[in-house]
């Protein structure tokens, strides 16, 4: 029987996302700055191909960071700064909207980096859109994928990469062997000034082509501020910081909540360094 292995070697992840949201969309001349600093922020992290996003292509497949307790407000238009690949798919991106900024990542390496990309770039734009107002700031959100890769034939049972015991999955799916997706989300640290929602998605799918069978665990965890949850920071980017720290500790703790203690070791999961 076969056995689950990560996917990218000595860590699991295959795709992260850092990403905030504000209240209301910034003025013309506000974006304008916001997005000169990220024309020279994109090429000083090699980011060389830039695309002018329409409120279309914004609504389908580029919005990741959802709006929180903030109204819906009308689309606009927005800049992407990305690298590619040489066979076409993307390795890194930032966008800028008029209310938000998403880095995406394909060629994560670890947490340090990610964390130097969020002070380096997320936040200096965010800070001009937000006009250095943490109160501005409706959604602070971070997104993994960690992806787990095993021969197909034959399939290993989930329990070969889920804990027993698990407090979000039952024990009766941990002998399933079959394709499966499992979802659950729920909301924590609730109070008038916010709540931090944590949804979690396990695929488990046969690649034909590649004859393996892959499981890949959706992480996303977001602070949505009501009534100013992150006012009580003086400074903007120590409010963002804080926000990703804890987003970042609250999901190595529920990914350890869901694979086994070995899978946590195969990937660098335990302690408070690691991935």
């Known amino acids: 029987m076969g056995r689950y ?3 990218a070697g000595a860590h699991a992840i295959e795709h992260a996302i850092v990403g905030l949201r504000l209240f209301a969309q910034a003025e013309e001349p506000v974006f304008q700055e916001a997005i000169g600093v990220a024309a020279e922020l994109a090429k000083k992290h090699n980011l060389p191909g830039r695309l002018h996003l329409d409120p279309f292509s914004l609504a389908f497949g580029r919005q990741v960071i959802t709006n929180g307790f ?19 798919s993307m390795e890194e991106e930032l966008t800028v909207e008029r209310n938000a900024v ?55 049972p989930l329990g070969d990469l889920v804990r027993a015991g698990s407090p979000y999955i039952a024990d009766g799916m941990l ?30 799918v046969d690649d034909e082509a590649q004859g393996t069978r892959s499981a890949s665990i959706l992480q996303v965890l977001s602070m949505h501020s009501a009534e100013g949850l992150f006012s009580q ?34 990937i660098n999961l335990v302690g408070d360094s690691g991935i």
Request: aromatic fraction near 8%; glycine fraction near 6%; charge should be negative.
């Open 233 to 266: 920071y003086a400074d903007f980017d120590a409010a963002i910081g804080a926000a990703f720290a804890n987003l970042h500790k609250r999901d190595k703790r529920l990914l350890s909540a869901i694979i086994t203690d070995d899978m946590q070791a195969a």
């Open 175 to 204: 002998e399933k062997s079959e394709q499966l997706h499992i979802h659950s989300g729920w909301f924590e640290d609730q109070s008038p000034e916010g709540r931090t929602l944590v949804n979690f998605n396990i695929d488990v």
């Open 70 to 88: 903030a109204p819906p407000v009308a689309m606009a238009h927005g800049t992407l700064f990305q690298r590619v690949k040489s066979d076409g």
């Open 102 to 156: 998403t880095f995406r990542t394909n060629a994560y390496t670890r947490w340090s980096v990610v964390s130097g990309l969020i002070s380096d770039v997320l936040t200096p734009i965010g800070k001009i859109l937000a006009g250095g107002d943490a109160a501005k700031l409706a959604v602070i959100e971070l997104r993994c994928i960690d992806k787990f890769t095993a021969p197909d034939e034959p399939a290993p």
């Open 5 to 7: 292995l990560p996917a």
